[in-house]
């Protein structure tokens, strides 16, 4: 028997009252007189041993009685053989499962709040002096210590749901971490992992084998689990239209077992209502629904996306927004000064795009980041500084388009292409060839197709450039030759795009430029991604945002800013290339909406923050999957408690000191009492 206060055995001493109250018998004695000796007759004589024995008995009962209350009160038990009794009692650990899964309801109310009841019965188990690490789904540093039972109380209470997810894994090693710089490396010890246990944030399978590390998993299961909810949404074609209709793909999910029919979904644009429909979901299914609208305004458009469902709520809205400048500025460079009426002739009369043809030898007096596009149309050949500031703008998002001639220098082409790391040329070919095979899914022919056609009237070239087929290159190609060699194809470049094509546009190459496919892909190539490539970010991915940098960051640092939500941080960003500036979130935003990039007074971008939709899906592992996975895995130190059912202190006190005895120790004591009384009553002396 192991006691857990063994301090308190120094009140045995209080045994020696009694026994010094009996010793010197403290009783008084009365002289009664009568008058007649005959009253004498009804006093009963007692012996002095039956006197003796009554008083032994008394005094036992009440050293006995003293004995069984500091016995209690020492906290004994009788340790278990198991691994968990050799752990290190004045440190444990605790983890809440914070996420936003935890705001549906349990048959006790919300499972935050049943989390929160549970870790404060776990703490009352210990004693006063107890030392723990607590941690939530946040990772805040101000956790990341021990701390006394009064302060932990005060960090389960501040405790609130939050955007961020954490594997069971990660919060097992970040446990791990801190243990082992804390208490040493060689020490037991028990975390407890009170959650909602969905299958989405709980990977068992990456638990590592662990003997140090005892995990106790708590589950406190939702009443309902099905949920309907917005996934994610996006624009299929790249290109943003001004006052035209334009149309937006949002994916729904439905998390349940039932079907649900004509569900209410609406756009808003800058805060106002621009479309409104229904949807219909099968159980346990997807849907992706378009909606229509037309953008009325340039500048940064703000878009947010409803639907209706309860209880979950936290996913029914899904924000995201783009860019629309007034004007896309258009850099033609030729080699000779004379404009390609078949480029120019496509974009001169619209009225959102800005044309400038430049000689090749003028290169130099303009700046490429102040266009939107460059189009590199017939140059004989490129030198390394020019190909050095076709890079530079591409990775800070331009796009490149390259008409090569026939006989231009393809050594310093290639070097080019390297850099692009794209497909080189390999040779040219003279002879009549045909279009055979067009890129349907292709990002530039979207919406460009009614329908895939097989019987198309497709073009032809007379002259062309041969390119290699490197596996290693992450192209998409748009249109085939009937060899499979390439005519049209593109490929990313840094946060840019580039679209080769291996004929010239002039009618001695070919009749491409009088097909109908000619003026989309050009257009489509022309005007992609003008309106920004990431429409939204997730809340907890951390994800880099690069914008172009203003002039003054060093005079007046870069703001992320919402009036609505009284939100303004400096945030952590970096130049790059001298013309785009990295932001790094590092989790400062945690409620999902619109955010404004701010240099000074000016706007800079807007960005749109969405809640991991991790947490949207609502089933978790019941207590038998954890249980098997417990049994089957033992090397993973894990075990599993009931909450339901079990009394949470208690059996936090068994799985840490074993079986516990001061409940029979209180007993006792009444018990002897109880005796005490009855002696003292009904043994007469």
Request: with cysteine; proline share 4%.
């Amino acid at each position: 028997m192991n006691f857990l206060y063994p301090a308190f055995l120094f009140a045995l001493f209080a045994v020696f009252i009694p026994v010094i109250i009996h010793l010197f018998n403290f009783r008084t004695h009365k002289t009664l007189y009568f008058s007649n000796v005959k009253f004498l007759k009804n006093i009963k004589k007692e012996t002095k041993s039956k006197s003796n024995l009554k008083h032994l008995l008394i005094l036992l009962l009440r050293i006995l009685t003293i004995a069984s209350l500091v016995f209690a009160f020492t906290k004994p038990f009788i340790p278990l053989k198991s691994q968990i009794n050799e752990v290190n009692k004045n440190f444990i650990g605790v983890y809440i499962d914070n996420s936003f899964s935890t705001d549906a309801e349990s048959k006790y109310g919300k499972i935050i709040e049943t989390e929160k009841k549970k870790a404060l019965e776990i703490a009352a188990a210990f004693p006063e002096d107890v030392k723990i690490l607590f941690l939530n789904n946040n990772f805040e540093l101000k956790h990341q210590h021990f701390v006394s039972k009064e302060q932990f109380k005060d960090f389960v209470l501040q405790t609130k749901t939050s955007p961020f997810v954490k594997k069971l894994s990660e919060v097992s090693e970040k446990m791990k971490s801190i243990f082992t710089e804390k208490i040493g490396k060689n020490m037991p010890y028990t975390v407890y992992f009170i959650s909602d246990f969905q299958k989405t944030s709980i990977d068992l399978e990456n638990m590592k084998p662990d003997s140090l590390q005892n995990k106790v998993l708590i589950p406190i299961f939702a009443e309902k689990t099905s949920n309907i909810f917005i996934d994610s949404a996006w624009f299929e074609s790249p290109n943003r239209p001004v006052n035209q209709e334009d149309m937006i793909f949002v994916k729904i999910k439905n998390a349940s077992d039932e079907n649900y029919a004509q569900m209410p979904l609406k756009l808003f644009l800058n805060g106002e209502l621009k479309a409104a429909g229904t949807f219909s979901i099968e159980a346990n299914s997807e849907t992706t629904e378009k909606i229509t609208f037309i953008n009325e305004k340039t500048g940064i458009i703000n878009g947010k996306i409803e639907i209706s469902d309860y209880p979950v709520i936290y996913d029914n809205v899904f924000y995201f927004n783009f860019n629309l400048t007034d004007t896309t500025k258009i850099l033609i460079i030729n080699d000779n000064d004379k404009n390609n009426k078949y480029i120019n002739n496509i974009f001169s009369k619209l009225p959102y795009a800005y044309v400038k043809n430049i000689p090749y030898k003028e290169r130099v007096k303009h700046k490429l980041n102040d266009f939107n596009v460059v189009i590199c149309d017939g140059l004989k050949k490129t030198d390394f500084e020019f190909s050095e500031k076709l890079i530079e703008f591409t990775d800070n998002g331009g796009i490149l388009l390259i008409f090569p001639k026939i006989n231009c220098d393809i050594s310093s082409y290639n070097k080019l292409f390297n850099s692009l790391n794209t497909n080189y040329i390999t040779g040219l070919d003279t002879t009549k060839i045909y279009a055979d095979k067009i890129n349907f899914d292709s990002e530039v022919l979207t919406n460009v197709f009614k329908k895939k056609e097989k019987n198309i009237d497709m073009p032809y070239v007379h002259k062309r450039l041969i390119f290699s087929d490197l596996s290693n290159i992450d192209e998409e190609v748009i249109l085939y030759t009937e060899k499979n060699d390439k005519l049209i194809n593109s490929v990313i470049s840094g946060n840019g795009k580039v679209f080769i094509f291996s004929m010239y546009p002039n009618p001695e190459y070919g009749n491409i430029i009088f097909h109908p496919i000619w003026v989309p892909i050009l257009y489509n190539a022309v005007f992609y991604n003008t309106a920004g490539k990431n429409i939204f970010y997730t809340i907890g991915n951390n994800d880099a945002i690069s914008i172009k940098c203003p002039t003054n960051t060093e005079d007046y640092p870069l703001r992320i800013i919402s009036e609505e939500k009284g939100f303004d941080v400096i945030p952590q960003f970096s130049k790059i290339n001298g013309e785009n500036c990295r932001i790094l979130l590092n989790n400062t935003i945690q409620e999902a909406g619109h955010y404004k990039i701010m240099s000074e007074k000016s706007i800079v971008a807007g960005i749109s923050l969405n809640y991991n939709r991790k947490e949207s899906y609502l089933t978790h592992y019941n207590l038998d999957d954890l249980r098997k996975f417990s049994k089957e895995h033992p090397e993973t130190g894990i075990s599993v408690t009931n909450a339901d059912k079990e009394l949470l202190k208690e059996t936090v006190l068994y799985q840490s000191n074993g079986i516990n005895l001061y409940k029979y120790f209180l007993i006792a004591a009444l018990i002897f009492l109880a005796a005490e009384i009855l002696i003292i009553k009904f043994m007469k002396i």
